[in-house]
């Protein structure tokens, strides 16, 4: 994994991406001659290369020709892909020049992106905090310029946490929108319905264009070319999971943040932002472990992550591997193995698990008709703002405040919102309804104007 040099911190280093520097050169030399000859009007173009030229950067747990695909599995370390994943390809053919993959946790399954094969991605607010996962190695290089746009996937907030971490725009989409093909781990039975692939972006006037191109004919789903008066829409605001045993208290700062949200919207849109409780988010991490194990409606059991740890190969022992790890000698991380171990727990008590899926469905129909069509919920991106390196280990759950949306199957985009007082991103997360993406995105642009969005590192 490539190091990057950031601007004038010439030692800031953050390990984040693999390039293919000479490639896209040579792509973009292919653009000015394209553009040099007159191959068309600018409008003409601009309708069959919507992104033409534009350099973007890819997750590594997608498929790019020419590049690694190995999820951060030391296995597959000389795996080099031979085709695109279909969201890669639908950006290439819409003029986007690849610049490379990044770097994510392994098996996309943690929220710090560090793996055995490329090492650890640091944030380039602070070296020694975290970009988030899963892809946070995408969070990291747009949020240190090196990058504008790029692609991300998402089942437990792997795009909203690293964009929050790094200052960034990072949407998830309605599910079953964007298409997940060509990526590894792919998602089987239940997980399909919450394994979401969408943008992220510096800017967020870029994530409209993008989704409608990686959603291809998907994009008929949603109503993107609806207009969005903010003074029309219904807002509701939750500070705050209700207090779970299992997760931080919200920080200070990002509570602030959120209420100048919520000022702003009052005093400027001559909107009421009602505040709410919704109590079955005190339960988030439970109901999103339940409905991540249950079977789907053909009965089909979920994909066990020791699985993919051996990569459909030489099953994978959690204990062992547990016991390697402390002698120093397992290819795979600390945050795998404790996953592997707590998805044998979860299968010992199905009948409180299928308790907590029927709560997770009800907690379904209460977003709903909260929201509607006409309806957006803000609500925290993280707890707190990124941590300290390896301070997940100690609160692993944090990231429910994410991943309770992807089995609820919502649209929801995490905002920037300037920087904390120990010069690091704050955000919010803005929710809809089902197919209501066109809410939160227009949100997005506007807490951009009004909040100034993304602020590059090191500027106070």
Not at 59 to 69: D, I, Q, S, V, Y
Not at 179 to 197: I, K, S
Not at 257 to 273: D, M, P, S
Not at 435 to 455: Q, S
């Amino acid at each position: 994994m490539d190091v990057m040099i950031f601007g004038d911190q010439s030692h800031l280093v953050v390990n984040a991406f693999n390039c293919r520097f000479d490639a896209a050169l040579q792509e973009a030399h292919h653009v000015d001659k394209l553009l040099s000859e007159g191959h068309g009007d600018e409008d003409s173009l601009q309708e069959k290369f919507p992104f033409l030229g534009v350099p973007f950067t890819v997750k590594e747990a997608f498929a790019l020709h020419g590049m690694p695909n190995t999820s951060g599995l030391v296995s597959r370390r000389n795996l080099i892909s031979t085709s695109d994943a279909l969201v890669v390809s639908r950006l290439k053919q819409a003029g986007a020049i690849p610049l490379g993959v990044t770097n994510c946790s392994e098996l996309c399954m943690w929220y710090e992106s560090s793996n055995k094969v490329y090492g650890r991605t640091n944030n380039p607010y602070d070296l020694q905090r975290i970009v988030g996962g899963s892809s946070g190695g995408e969070g990291c290089v747009l949020g240190a310029a090196c990058s504008v746009i790029g692609v991300g996937s998402d089942i437990g907030g792997s795009i909203r946490m690293p964009a929050f971490f790094n200052g960034v725009f990072g949407h998830k989409p309605t599910t079953g929108v964007v298409p997940n093909d060509g990526q590894f781990p792919n998602a089987l039975g239940v997980r399909t319905e919450f394994l979401c692939t969408g943008p992220m972006c510096r800017y967020a006037e870029d994530l409209e264009p993008m989704l409608r191109v990686m959603a291809g004919p998907g994009v008929r789903k949603l109503k993107l070319d609806e207009k969005v008066l903010l003074e029309k829409v219904k807002f509701y605001c939750m500070e705050h999971d209700g207090g779970s045993v299992f997760v931080s208290p919200v920080d200070r700062e990002i509570l602030q943040a959120q209420r100048k949200v919520v000022e702003h919207l009052e005093t400027q849109c001559g909107v009421q932002v009602q505040y709410v409780t919704i109590h079955k988010m005190k339960y988030a991490f439970q109901i999103w472990s339940a409905m991540m194990s249950s079977r789907d409606s053909d009965g089909q059991e979920a994909q066990l992550f020791t699985d993919l740890l051996g990569d459909h190969g030489k099953p994978v022992w959690p204990l062992w591997e547990l016991m390697k790890w402390f002698l120093g000698m397992s290819l795979h991380t600390i945050p795998a193995i404790a996953l592997a171990l707590t998805e044998k727990l979860m299968k010992l008590n199905p009948g409180g698990n299928a308790k907590l899926v029927s709560m997770g469905h009800n907690l379904r129909t209460e977003m709903m008709n909260l929201l509607g069509t006409d309806g957006m919920l803000l609500y925290p991106s993280h707890p707190i703002v990124a941590p300290k390196h390896y301070f997940p280990l100690g609160m692993p759950f944090n990231f429910v405040y994410t991943a309770i949306f992807n089995v609820l199957g919502l649209p929801v985009t995490q905002c920037p919102l300037g920087l904390s007082s120990e010069g690091l991103p704050l955000g919010i997360q803005v929710v809809a309804g089902p197919h209501n993406d066109h809410l939160t995105l227009a949100m997005a642009r506007y807490l951009e104007k009004a909040f100034g969005g993304w602020v590059c590192p090191g500027k106070s």
